[in-house]
């Protein structure tokens, strides 16, 4: 399956998907040492970001978390790309300055947690 | 969007990588919100200064922005973690001083205005009427918007670098007209007493409007302090970085269909909400946004001849402060042993577990005292919270 999105910082990425039907807040929400998930109660509670495709709505928290990104991506604990259904500044600011390849206004229902997805451009493509 | 042949050329890297990152930041930002074009900029302020929000990531970023960028508009600094030069009475650890002193040391290399303050305003970075900036430091932005009149959105740290080295920012939310009227008519039915009651006024607003600009009747004088105060509160609270007062703020607006109404008895509840109830404290903080010299000259006189029996600051931008030395309000200060905090404040320095409890006057204050740092906070005049100091 292949859908067309927005490019909010350009970049071609291959790796599994992890999917979170709820936001992320970098900052507070995500430790940038292990790039582990630590929000409490958050869908993906525990699970590392690391080198995958992370997809979820929209992020959500402190304009701060911009500089969580780029500090996950100098600790090489940042994700391949990010997948978002409509980017906001945090995130978008954060992809742009921690050089994370960023698409956005995909229906991100149709990518199963799990799945190998491949990001060319604008480009989302899903292994069936 | 469209860009200009100089932008394109900027965007492609043709004047430095910094620049080049700048434009991404600010077309990307540009696309999402559905700007047309760049507009110039004539001022910014730089939120995400302290150490303790950047980590060494953010000190990373600065540092390689700093390589080859330089600042294009005049620039000013939100508050550090510390004062950057009595950092040891503050007793800040050595460990993080080294750190802030670097963040400072990258933003100076860009050519920044290194004087750290959330009031950029009272020393100088003053925008007028209708001008377009790019701020960050929600207050100061709530204050450019609405009591100056100039135009901003709510900038994060790396945006506002990225208007600082191009001159630009994308043209849309509060720099566009239709997204500066008001929508909702709030007429206020209690007279307010000081900066502690404009602040339990944002409260109620911020958490009552869902982010849309009110229009406020009913209020027949107010303070700079009185404005400032109001300004941090209701963006803290989760309001839009704008409001408009009838007779008091520059912009007029025709009174829009929807109204609410703030009585005496919900200001008292929005203070009594601020208040856990706490006899005692151990530490008092004033300054939250930092204090204006006449703010200085009411707590000399209520410091004159005392004693402070707890930990008081007192947060305020070095220019100001210098002011206050000229006039001997700082001497009275010091003499109580009440202590500066220049260039920083409770909200952004390394305080978690230093201290368990808080007094200020500032409802701002009280939201960070109780989210950032875990404290148990008494909220009151400024008088109430000198009483609480030397007491």
Request: proline share 4%.
């Amino acid at each position: 399956m292949e859908m067309e999105g927005r490019i909010i910082f350009r970049g071609n990425a291959k790796g599994e998907a992890l999917v979170s039907s709820e936001g992320v807040s970098f900052y507070g929400g995500v430790d940038p040492d292990t790039g582990v998930i630590t929000e409490k109660g958050h869908p993906l509670e525990g699970k590392s970001i690391k080198g995958k495709i992370l997809v979820f709505p929209q992020g959500k928290g402190s304009t701060v978390g911009s500089y969580t990104m780029y500090r996950l991506k100098k600790n090489g604990m940042a994700p391949a790309a990010i997948i978002n259904k409509e980017c906001e500044t945090v995130v978008a600011v954060g992809a742009i300055i921690s050089e994370i390849p960023c698409v956005d206004k995909i229906d991100i229902n149709k990518i199963k947690d799990g799945s190998q997805v491949e990001i060319v451009e604008n480009k989302v493509i899903v292994e069936d | 969007m469209e860009l200009t042949e100089e932008e394109k050329e900027m965007l492609e890297g043709k004047q430095g990588n910094a620049v080049k990152k700048s434009m991404e930041i600010l077309v990307a930002l540009g696309e999402i919100f559905g700007a047309k074009r760049l507009i110039p900029v004539k001022s910014v302020q730089i939120s995400g200064v302290s150490y303790d929000n950047l980590g060494d990531a953010g000190l990373e970023f600065l540092e390689e922005m700093a390589k080859d960028g330089k600042v294009v508009v005049k620039t000013t600094l939100n508050p550090a973690g510390m004062d950057m030069e009595n950092w040891e009475v503050l007793g800040i650890p050595k460990e993080f001083a080294d750190k802030q002193k670097m963040v400072i040391k990258a933003f100076e290399k860009m050519g920044v205005e290194t004087t750290c303050t959330c009031t950029p305003y009272f020393i100088g970075n003053k925008p007028g009427f209708g001008d377009h900036i790019a701020w960050g430091e929600s207050s100061a932005v709530t204050y450019s918007n609405s009591v100056l009149g100039a135009r901003t959105n709510k900038e994060g740290g790396p945006s506002s670098i990225a208007s600082a080295l191009t001159g630009r920012t994308p043209e849309y939310g509060y720099h566009l007209d239709e997204n500066r009227k008001p929508k909702v008519l709030v007429e206020v039915e209690a007279e307010l007493k000081n900066p502690s009651e404009f602040g339990a006024l944002g409260k109620i607003l911020g958490e009552k409007l869902e982010g849309r600009v009110p229009l406020i009747n009913g209020i027949r004088k107010a303070s700079t302090d009185d404005l400032k105060s109001l300004s941090a509160s209701i963006v803290t609270f989760g309001g839009a970085p704008l409001f408009h007062i009838e007779g008091i703020t520059p912009e007029k607006h025709e009174r829009p269909e929807e109204t609410i109404k703030v009585l005496r008895d919900d200001i008292e509840k929005a203070i009594n909400d601020m208040n856990d109830g706490i006899e005692d404290v151990d530490f008092i903080f004033l300054g939250c946004p930092h204090c204006s010299l006449e703010e200085l000259e009411k707590i000399a006189g209520l410091l004159k001849g005392k004693k402070v029996k707890k930990e008081l600051w007192i947060g305020v931008a070095r220019p100001v402060k210098k002011l206050a030395d000229e006039k001997g309000f700082s001497k009275t200060i010091e003499d109580s042993g009440a202590k500066f905090a220049c260039d920083t404040c409770h909200v952004v320095a390394p305080l978690k577990g230093r201290f368990k409890t808080i007094a200020t006057n500032s409802a701002k204050g009280v939201f960070y005292g109780r989210g950032r740092n875990d404290f148990k906070t008494f909220f009151g005049s400024l008088d109430k919270c000198i009483d609480m100091a030397v007491r």
